[in-house]
């Protein structure tokens, strides 16, 4: 991938701040959609274009799909460096996370 590909893939706010809830930890696509209140479409087309782009990876875990950085990818750690010295510009979606994380886990509880 060239640089100019990874920008324009970051350029989407979107995208972008999935790289940058994905370099905390691990989400299915339904936490994502409740961290950036998007529809679940509108999250698939995104990370389905970085995982295409091999900014991400995927793997299963029972029922969800969960996508993760690709911390192979060269570039990847440079990124993530610049992203966490601009967290204060993300701290509402940051903020977010526990909430959504413990509402999950409470939903996969209750609906075994």
């Not at 570039?75 to 909430?99: G, P």
């Given at each position: 991938?060239?640089?100019?590909?990874?920008?324009?893939?970051?350029?989407?706010?979107?995208?972008?701040?999935?790289?940058?809830?994905?370099?905390?930890?691990?989400?299915c696509v339904?936490?994502?959609?409740?961290?950036?209140?998007?529809?679940?479409?509108?999250?698939?087309?995104?990370?389905?274009?970085?995982?295409?782009?091999?900014?991400?990876?995927?793997?299963?875990?029972?029922?969800?799909?969960?996508?993760?950085?690709?911390?192979?990818l060269d570039?990847?750690?440079?990124?993530?460096?610049?992203?966490?010295?601009?967290?204060s510009d993300?701290?509402?979606?940051?903020?977010?996370?526990?909430?959504?994380?413990?509402?999950?886990?409470?939903?996969?509880?209750?609906?075994?």
């Amino acid at each position: 991938m060239t640089l100019l590909t990874l920008f324009k893939a970051l350029s989407e706010d979107i995208r972008l701040q999935m790289v940058l809830l994905l370099s905390k930890k691990d989400f299915c696509v339904c936490e994502l959609t409740e961290l950036l209140n998007i529809s679940q479409p509108r999250a698939s087309k995104h990370l389905i274009y970085l995982k295409n782009l091999n900014i991400l990876k995927t793997y299963k875990d029972q029922k969800y799909n969960f996508y993760t950085i690709n911390r192979d990818l060269d570039m990847i750690d440079d990124i993530v460096r610049v992203l966490k010295k601009h967290e204060s510009d993300y701290q509402e979606l940051l903020a977010k996370v526990d909430t959504v994380c413990r509402c999950m886990m409470e939903f996969e509880e209750s609906n075994g």
